[in-house]
């Protein structure tokens, strides 16, 4: 940005003066919808068998392919089973897998290049240029083969997620750790005479997880997305589980019976929005810059 | 060189108008009134100096008189008119018009005027074709001329270079040729060279100063150092609290200041032309500026000020004093002199002697700082001087030859032999050779038991990295470091771990070297509890006070976090951290020069005073030579890895023999605009080569008027010229 460059300066003379409460609203109104839903789609995870009188997996053949009414809200499948009820249950799936694959994912990626930067040296060098390696494919695509290999079902899905998962991680804390390591205030802590491993918990790492948790929030809407993108190509989840995937997928060439695949897709596309409306929020909030605003 | 004094003629209608300009920001917690009622014009050519500490007022006013302000500031009442036109009715791209083609701007970090992603010859170009007055062709041709006007050496090359490959005095001077592409009528400068080194700030002031006298351009210059105002300014602004306390003719208010916030900053720094041994410490008023949601209703700096009376608790007005001299004084404008401050509350109060002294050096027919500190007769201290100021033992004759004298301090502390560090750059490509940085190379350094040792160079030559290995924060590639008796230069970290009790650190920023997660408390029990001092809770609780007691802050504030306290108080934590293990030695790399000038005199004093309690002994590492010679009982002057001069700080400054020495000294400049004007300037010219390929031989002799192909062949060895007195140079003392 030039100095002179108009589209960044304000007419400050002629600008209104919004009040705290305006400032806050515009500050994290949005983060505020994003952790609703996030919520709303918890408390459904835990309550599900509250929320509806239907099992999930409750097969009825007679009732295939019904359109929303009062008694099934979202209407049916091909099998007869309740949408509304598969839908409450896949959200246990879906957010389960998609914190399982991030938090492991980023204490992994963490703890890999947290240290890499710390050691530098041989170590840092393997270990960086095996991030490279691993982020030098697609990801979907990676995950795909690696699920593949290793069969159908969740845990393999989640195996073949998580090392697709890590690296990104690895690489932002490697980052995040040579930053910090060269502050003035990491040498006095040298120079006070502590050790390494007490630098690096007390100093380092409190100083580095922002933009971490940053990462980690944004990314929940992400490994969400791929575990449903992975079962909506028949990996992931083994039938009849309820998964929003490959609910989306078995409603794929129903197209006149739309409430199938539609509805899922929705919450996959609430899911995603909450995480990332969520995330900016918690950028904004951890960044001393755009909190004065 | 500077001999006619810019702009200095009969007085000129005014190219720019402020009356009563109020900026206020509207922050959550509540109205700051940034500038408060600032009045002032330039005149066409004039050289306008604006100084006060940060926060003062100067930045917001700069920016205001662009309407550069982003929400929530705003200009809430007042007149801005530049060359008869009001500023502030002007539409959009009427102000567009204004900000390229009549008024320009400079910032202390140019690359927030300059677009990191654009090569130059495009932001250039643009700027110029954006009024219309140019074609491509011609302008492009006219960047070229502009850049070298500027001083770039190969303005062909450079148009077509990004900003990020420059270093920071040459992005100025492409920020300069930016500001300057439309002739406009005035140049506002925002601490243009606080972030540069005294060599290339003396390059960029005269080239201010040259723009001022061929085109003749009006120049605003905001800057919080005096010396920096003397030589180009005629007139000066000094603000406080964001309003103006002192006007007046640049000689009048640096030589004879009538507003005691003025007179503070005038006497808060050490200079050259004045002998530091008089009086070691400085004036430093105590106190911070006023909170700006809360200012004081009366005079706003009465809660400071040493020459208060019972008529401060109401508001001054700034008034005429004298011929062209205001002052917002109740003092002052009852006619009242400031020179005798010697009732003053002043924790510091045998300076008065030194006020006294004031224009001393600066006697007519005294030329140039270096003819000026040579010619000084010595002088013996007077015994009150001594009594105060010099505690330590001091030889009494001043004289340059000193032969004959016992060393003061006997037993060497740190002895540093050839030591060596060079950095691995990242290679370029996958079979390029590594190449290396050759930070500190081959440098002997001798600190005795209680004295203390400056470091002076310019940026980039070594000094950090110097520090860093004797506290062994790096390692070293090779030499010897001998810390009482230890070798140290490639123990293992838990063998050195225990000498660390003796060996301590206060760090440059003041925001960076503080954990901000953590309290003072838990920064200050750390050390303690490392080395095993204090171990019960008790027992921290009360040592901590005890810390912040001795740094003078308040000793209940130890469940503070170090974001709830000013840069000075940060700095004060800082050094309490470093003596929580009660260490003999202390490596300072520039700790005060983050800092404004009366806090930095604050810490100074603070650090004399720790030195003279506590038997300290310190490596204090500076690039601003006045501290240095101030502080300091000798001088190491570091070039490009290599130690260039060493010597007792009386004999550097009085007869230096490295020529690069003799360059720096008169780059500093001075804040007395007559000595400024009549001074002598040896100008160095260019920047340091890349400590990637240091000059072979000496690695001075790109820049050095003296270099003989001896000097390119043969790297000169560190000898002793005189007693005590080093240099590394086949022509010592030849310039
Ligand atoms: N960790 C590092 N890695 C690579 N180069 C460095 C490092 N630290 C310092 N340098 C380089 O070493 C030289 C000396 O730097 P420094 O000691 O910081 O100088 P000074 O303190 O005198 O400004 C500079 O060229 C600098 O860029
Ligand atoms: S008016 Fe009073 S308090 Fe204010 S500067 Fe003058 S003497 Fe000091
Ligand atoms: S050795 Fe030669 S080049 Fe180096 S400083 Fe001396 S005269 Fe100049
Ligand atoms: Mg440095």
Redesign the interface.
Known sequence: ????D?G??????F?P??S?GQ?WRRRYGVAAIGATIILVWFVIALACPYLTRYGPDAVDVSLRLRPPSAAHWLGTDELGRDVFARLLYGSRISLFTGFVVVLLGAAFGTLVGGAAAFMRGRAEELIMRLTDLVLCFPPIILALAIAAALGIGTTNTIIAMLVVWWPKFARLAHSLVLVQRS???V??????????ARILA??II??AVGPLIVLVTLDLGNAIITFAGLSFLGLGVVPPTPEWGSMVAEGRELVEQWWVAAFPGFAILSVVLGFNFLGDGVRDWLDPKARQ? | MRAAAPGRTAPTPAVLAVSDLRTQFFTDAGVVRAVDGVSFTVGAGEALGIVGESGSGKSVTAQSLMRLLEEPARIVSGRIHFQGRDVLAMTPSELRKLRGAGMAMVFQDPMTSLNPVLRIARQLVETMMAHGSFGEGEATRRGVKLLGRMGITTPERAINSYPHQFSGGMRQRVALAMGMSNEPALLIADEPTTALDVTIQAQILELLSELNREFGTAIVLISHDLGVIAGLCSRVLVMYAGEVVEEGSAEAVLSDPKHPYSWALVNAVPRLDRDPTAGKRLTAIEGAPPDPLSEPPGCRFAPRCPFRIERCSDHPELLEIGPGHKSRCWVTQAGASLELPATAPLSTSPVAGEVGLATEGSEPGEGGIVALVRSSPPRPISPSGRAFGAPKERPTDLSHEGRGEEPPFPTPLLEVRGLVKHFALPKRGFFEPHRYVHAVDGVDLTVKRGETVGLVGESGCGKSTLARLILRIHRPDSGSILFEGNEIAQALPGTIRPLRRHLQMVFQDPYASLNSRMTVEQILDEPLRVHGLATTAAEIRERVAELLEIVRLDPKSGARFPHEFSGGQRQRISIARALAVKPSFIVADEPISALDVNIQAQILNLMLRLQEELGLTYLFIAHDLAVVRHISDRVVVLYLGKVAEVAPAKDLFAAPLHPYTRYLISAVPIPDASIERRRERLRLAGEPPSAVAPPSGCRFRTRCPLAQPICAETPPLLAEHRLGHFAACHFAGQF
């Open positions: 940005m030039t100095a002179f108009q960044s300066v304000t007419l400050a003379t600008a003066v919004r705290k400032r502050q003035e205030y040498e006095a802590a040298v120079v006070i005479g502590l050790k390494p007390r100093h409190p100083n605003r």
